[in-house]
Each structure stands twice: as C-alpha cells, then as structure tokens.
C-alpha cells in the first residue's frame, strides 16, 4: 500500500497533475500580492511575496523531476517555504474569522489552497537529496525573510489583524524553527526514509 502511494506520487501524470495547478496558483499567488508590491520598494520586492515564490520553487522541483532530475537546493526551498507559508496562511485567515466574526469564501479557498502547499511539499521529503548546507542556506534564507517581513515591515497585509503584528512575528518565527526541524527529520537525517524519483 505504502509502495503503491509513493508510485503514484513519483508517476508522470501526477507530477504533470501538480504542476498544472501549481503554475496558475503561482500566478494567481503574485496577482493577489499586485496592490503591496505596487508600493514596494525595489529592494523589498523579492521577499515580500512569500507564498507564490514557495509555490514557484516547488514548480522547479516538479520539472526536475519530470525530467528524472534532483534539485536539491530548489528541493530545500520548496519543503521548508511550502510547508512555513502553507500553515502561516492558514492560521492569518484563521484569526481573521476569530477576530471578524466571518469566513468568506476567498478565506475558504486561501485556506485549503495553503494547507495543500503545507502538505505537497512535505509528502516527496523521501525523494529529495539534501545535504546540510542546503538546509542552512535556506536557514538563513528563511530568517532573513523574517527580518525582512517583521523589522522592515513588508510582511503580508492583514488590516484587520494589524494590531497583532508582534505576536504574529514571534509566531513566524518558531514557525520558521518548525518548518526547518521537519525538513531535517524528514529529508536530511542520518538514516530518514529515501526513494528515487527516477
């Protein structure tokens, strides 16, 4: 049974299937980020999209692997930024609900779309082949992000949970520790369970 997931994960048609909804999810992702980055300044703009780029690393594993390739840098990325911005999502529409008594359908959709990211990107750890400095490049990727997002100000715009902003930094993180901790345990420690894509 076991065997038989892990096949189909690597199977051609489901590495196409993830990367079809991958590629306008991407898309969709920097569209709805256009109004923050229109006021962005330069030096900002590549950190403050966080998801769509999570998703966009993760579209270049999926075409390496279709081409029976590891990434292994690009691998890092994807599993840690997917599964950080996957579940940080989904707690901020979370607490939107708490806080304004409503869920509309775009916080619905934000929130499958995102704990689907939080979960592709942890379920092919096996195939992956990270060493340790792709983990503590994107170590210091992932806090600089955080810096950048909570001392420079750029993180995602939630009017509503504005108030909450230094709590919300602390959470992201040991978010960030987390997200860091599983991709070890689950891609790059001695002895972790390995498949190949090929």
Known sequence: MISQFFYLLKSRPF???LLIINVPGTIYGYYWYGWQLADTKP???LFVPDSPTASLFFCFVLIAFLLGKNWPLMESLAAVTLFKYGI???VMN???MVVTGELSLIALMLIFSHLGMAIEGLLFAPFYKLKPWHLIAVAIWTF???VIDYVFGQMPRYSMLSEYTSAIGYFTF???????ALVYLLSVRKGHFKLSIR
Do not use: P
């Not at 040991?174 to 860091?180: A, C, K, N, R």
């Open 15 to 17: 590495l196409w299937f």
């Open 144 to 146: 600089h992000n955080d």
């Open 94 to 96: 979370m607490m939107v």
């Open 174 to 180: 040991w978010l960030s520790i987390v997200s860091l």
């Open 88 to 90: 940080w999502a989904v």
């Open 43 to 45: 030096i900002f703009l």
